[in-house]
């Protein structure tokens, strides 16, 4: 079993950054894909950025650019930089971990889930 906790979430202006962190406990995850999802209010829960082990990357569309997802395995923990950040952006950011080493952008590819962590993008 893997727990998960995100962290580093807050109130941002518009065009300003956030470092969003997910520790995980129970058992290593460096051998795993690793994804980052968010929920805007009212919406459904949307892909942000994955992961690989061998820290191949991938971004919705939305976010390429600006946002940058990496993984400390050493310390069992993955990030998203978070740059220019825009209201539309607000939203309940989740940390999720596969079962497999294969990043995915399907929410229902991921085993394990973070509790979330509040991101408000004020204009």
């Known amino acids: 079993q893997v727990q998960l906790a995100e962290s580093g979430g807050g109130l941002v202006q518009a065009g300003g950054s956030l470092r969003l962190s997910c520790t995980a406990s129970?058992?290593?995850?460096?051998?795993?894909?690793m994804g980052w999802f968010r929920r805007p209010p009212g919406k459904e829960r949307i892909f942000v950025a994955s992961?690989?082990?061998?820290?191949?990357?991938y971004y919705a569309d939305s976010v390429k650019g600006r946002f940058t997802i990496s993984r400390d395995n050493a310390k069992n923990t993955v990030y998203l930089q978070m740059n220019s950040l825009k209201p539309e952006e607000t939203a309940v950011y989740y940390c999720?971990?596969?079962?497999?080493?294969?990043?995915?952008?399907?929410?229902?590819?991921?085993?394990?889930w973070g509790q979330g962590t509040q991101v408000t993008v004020s204009s």
């Open positions: 129970g058992r290593t995850v460096s051998l795993v894909a």
């Open positions: 992961i690989s082990p061998t820290r191949n990357t």
């Open positions: 999720a971990a596969r079962g497999s080493g294969v990043p995915s952008t399907n929410r229902n590819d991921y085993d394990y």
